[in-house]
T-cell receptor, first 114, second 109 residues
């Protein structure tokens, strides 16, 4: 069991470019969550998805950010027209429907906007 | 008032010490309580979870929950240098986890 796989591990983008972050959940996990971690800050919830459905996107910025979890393939977090303030570590987590047992996190994608 | 309060530290202790990490929370809807450990530049890993007031023990780790005071603790006995990491409390409410900011722990040999 490979765990939650995120790629790329590091991503450098110039201001105005697009960033695409990918996440493959653990085998048997149908729920995916994206969190952002800024330096010296905790993990902030962004979005919760199930296959082909966005369940809760209350933590997503209203503009430039979108997420999907298609029927086939990984979940994608997309950031359009990146700005320096988007530089952060983005973590994906997955769980079974019995989420009370907690999430399993990936190793994260560190986005740097230059 | 913040939904979760956690002292950021750093907390420095010598090897072998007992460590106490704490969080307070304000949301009565939180039903499950967890502790995650995060090493530098890694993803958080689940250490312990519980849903009721009282203590839960796993090896050198003990999680304690006091729902009436909205206070949770993690105790680490016989701390080791390998325990040096950031410890995050987490609370499950409405199908998503809410995290504290994390306490950085440094255990010196």
């Amino acid at each position: 069991n490979a765990g939650v796989m995120q790629n790329p591990r590091h991503l450098v983008r110039r201001r105005g470019q697009e960033a695409r972050l990918r996440c493959s959940p653990m085998k048997g996990h149908s729920h995916v969550y994206w969190y952002r971690q800024l330096p010296e800050e905790g993990l902030k919830f962004m979005v919760y998805l199930q296959k082909e459905n966005i369940i809760d996107e209350s933590g997503m910025p209203k503009e430039r950010f979108s997420a999907e979890f298609p029927k086939e393939g990984p979940s994608i977090l997309r950031i359009q027209q990146v700005v320096r303030g988007d530089s952060a570590a983005y973590f994906c987590a997955s769980s079974t429907p019995e989420v009370n047992y907690g999430y399993t996190f990936g190793s994260g994608t560190r986005l740097t906007v230059v | 008032q913040k939904e979760v309060e956690q002292d950021p530290g750093p907390l420095s202790v010598p090897e072998g010490a007992i460590v106490s990490l704490n969080c307070t929370y304000s949301n009565s809807a939180f039903q499950y309580f967890m502790w995650y450990r995060q090493y530098s530049r890694k993803g958080p890993e689940l250490l312990m979870y519980t849903y009721s007031s009282g203590n839960k023990e796993d090896g050198r780790f003990t999680a304690q929950v006091d729902k009436s005071s909205k206070y949770i603790s993690l105790f680490i006995r016989d701390s080791q240098p390998s325990d040096s990491a950031t410890y995050l409390c987490a609370f499950l409410g409405f199908q998503k986890l809410v995290f504290g900011t994390g306490t950085r722990l440094l255990v010196s040999p």
